[in-house]
């Protein structure tokens, strides 16, 4: 084999290998960009059908009804919208907390295996998350977080809303405790090269002045590293968004009508597909499942790029900042 | 290594203290040490810095001048690992000691950096009352007031008294600098800790830099590092030479008047060192 | 540290004092100290509560017939899951065959060849296919394979979906090992007149390759973890079969069957699926991760 490479290239033949392999790359590469394209026009074609049928009152109505062949899928989004919501409000303010404790207070000998644990948070596969949720979250929810939070908040005006209705240990709230557990890894560890990237001579500065330490991340740090966070929090969006398996297994999989309380049972995009999907029995209701993965994916793709400018500034840094 | 050091010190300070009772003014290292983990990169130096004064220490890179200034307002222990060993007394009381509060410690000591380091997401006039803000709320006119007169002292005003809204990180490297000096004396310290304050910049705005020390000595006592010992020469009034011995430790070799050290030095390894670069 | 005997009494300028702003500052340091570490053992407080529950609940479930027999219908004591972990090892197999060449020329691609126009816009693709929810996936393969090419359910549509979600893991981890790779060392290589494509085949890829087999396996163990898009396509089977145009079974969907039934001796066997899942997964990612710690080239 190698006496016959070598013997053609002596042949000329060495351009060729080069070509040839520079063509076998070129192609794979551009094979993954076939394949996004593929995965588009395949989506969009086998959702067509229900597009066409319900135009936009697709994306604004709530009426999902396989048997009257009606189809809208406002309440898919909405809890969409909501559980990412409630898993980005709990686990934004953590993941800042987790890796201001990993970059700022941590003895260096300790912060590689505590990140490490945290990490590990990422590779657990979402069955588990949905195995754990179902049987050990939930009725912990049900039993003491709902009751509670109803006594207190629900008691509220204007939010109490949130906390109403009866409680039944599958619901909204429940999917985005979840969801935030499921994105707390990546939210940490994005903030955490973010905060890593702030230069040790803003703190010096901030605690030269006389600032405590707190100050100086709050005056110093945090400003600095505002926009990285936000990408961070953004990537940890894009996750919860498409997040399947767990959401689907605690969220209750019911798509009554839309509520204010965060204990109704829901529907997320996701949760609907997987849940319906094998049981679709025409043609209207495939592709009308078929089109909330499209609006899935567009939505899923939206929020990736955002993540990435943000990101991608912040590579930047900030303008002009003390370049010398 | 500790028990020994804190030893030391007790029974160097004990004569000491009693000078340091009577509400002595100004600041005295008294047989201090640093480490960085392990590694002591100073040993027991002791100098006394004269109020309303410029001290320059200067010596060759790696001779521990920067940790020693590090330590005058309890920088030095920021930096993981780095501890301290001695006696820093400011105004008659240590600052290292138990019940003092580092916070408020870099309140009367503050300092400038070898690199500028205005905060960038800060305007120059947020920049100027950055360290204000943190301990009080004042009233906007009074806070005017502060940012005029902290931005005159460093000789800034007349070129951002219209752009006080600008980033702080839009500023000439020059301009950043007086900025940060601005920054330090807006909370009045007693004593300002310059850390190279010129080496990044270029030579104009150097000099601005020395002729700006001159003018802030009037009010405030000031310790320079420098590398630069035409600088230290020009702008000092007392020079603190320092080398790393043979165990790359730092220790103070001499400390005096700045023309006597640089004119008439005491000791041969100064001689040795001024005479080398000036040669 | 403390060699303070030498203090004035205190009252001093710069005491801790009794001064209201001064002690409300310090205040707030020491609570937002306890809530920041709080948060962090938040973090590994969940993990630890996962694991346990996983590790408790799962245990009473592994026995030889769990490894070897088929699940059996409800009622009938004992069946396994082995099915299911054959077919995940069987998908992940076929997977890896389609995934790996695309994942790994793409990285060496985008690495190698980063000059060139098109690079960007591989990156922004490999970026975006990251980012599917893997449940797009499953629909994407459904239309495909499912729905059209084959016409039912089946393992290799299973794969196809596994092997998409391993293309983005392998591309990105390739191409930031092989920039890893010193610029020298390729320049000595094609100095000695060795062609470029076997440089980077014989010279600059082996001295990746502690890297890339990181990047593979970390694909692997994300794609046997993954249910969803295998719902839609794989399905799930209770019998054995090797068959990749017959739907095949997968630990995670038979633990997702297995929860999602009423009967307290399914749910322990979800437990224990579970537990062979996550001990397959752990293990793979710490010892990935001790093998590259330290080897990285460069």
Known sequence: MDKIASGSRFAGGEDQGDKLFRWLVTGLAVGTIVLLALIIFLVFGDARSALLQFGLSFLTTAIWDPVAERFGALAFIYGTLVTSAVALLIAGPISVGAALFLTEYVPKWLREPLSFLIELLAVIPSIIYGLWGLFILAPLMRDAVEPFLQNTLGQVPVIGALFSGAILGRDMLIAGVILAIMILPTVTAVSREVLRAVPDTQREGMIALGATKWEMIQGAVLPYAKAGI????????????????????????????????????????????????????SEMYFSALVAVALVLLLVAALVNVAARLLVWRVARGPQGSARL | MITAERDTVKQDSENKTGIAR???????????????????????????????????????????????LRCLNRMHEVIPGGRVGGVVLLDGQNIYGPEVDPVRVRRLVGMVFQKPNPFPMMSVYDNVVAGIKLNRSLPK???DDIVERSLRQAALWGEVKDKLNVSGASLSGGQQQRLCIARAIAIKPEIILMDEPASALDPLATYRI?????????????????????????????????????????????????????TNPRDKRTEGYITGRFG | MEGSDITVGSGGALTRDQDGIWQRRRLVDVFMTVLITVSALIGVAVLLAILAYVVINGAPALNLDFFTQRPLPYGEVGGGVAPAILGTLYMLFVAGLIGVPIGVGTGIYLSEYAGTRLAPAVRFTIDLIAGLPSIVIGVFVWALLVRHLVGHFSGLAGSVALAIVMVPIITRTVEEVLRLVPGSLREAALALGVPRWRTILRVVLPTARSGVTTGVVLAMARAGGETAPLLLTSLG??????????????????????????????????????????????????????????????
């Open chain 3, 237 to 298: 089977n209770q019998f054995f079969n090797t068959n990749l145009l017959q739907p095949m079974a997968a630990l995670p969907v038979q633990i997702y069957n297995y929860a999602s039934s009423p009967f307290a001796d399914w749910h322990t066997k979800a437990w224990g699926g579970a537990l062979v899942l996550i001990a397959t997964i752990g293990v793979l990612s710490l010892v990935t991760r001790l093998a590259t710690r330290g080897q990285r080239p460069g």
């Open chain 2, 22 to 68: 009577d509400g002595e003014h100004g600041m005295r290292v008294v047989n201090l040490s640093a480490w960085y983990g392990p590694v002591q990169a100073v040993r027991d130096i002791n100098l006394s810095i004269v109020p309303q004064a410029i001290t320059a220490i200067i010596g060759p890179s790696g001779c521990g001048k920067s940790t020693l």
């Open chain 2, 210 to 262: 020395e002729e700006l020390m001159g003018d802030l000595k009037e009010r405030y006592t000031i310790v320079v590092v420098t590398h630069n010992m035409q600088q230290a020469s020009r702008v000092s009034d007392y020079t603190a030479f320092m080398l790393a011995g043979d165990d790359r430790i730092g220790e103070l070799v001499e400390y005096g008047d700045t023309n006597e050290v640089f």
């Open chain 2, 141 to 143: 006119s009074e806070l």
């Open chain 1, 230 to 281: 936000a990408g961070a929090s953004v990537l940890g969006l894009a996750r919860a968004l498409g997040e399947t398996m767990a959401v689907t297994m605690v969220i209750g999989n019911s798509s009554s009508a839309i509520s204010p309380s965060l204990f109704t049972p829901g529907y997320t995009m996701a949760s609907a597909i997987a849940n319906q999907f094998t049981e679709a029995d």
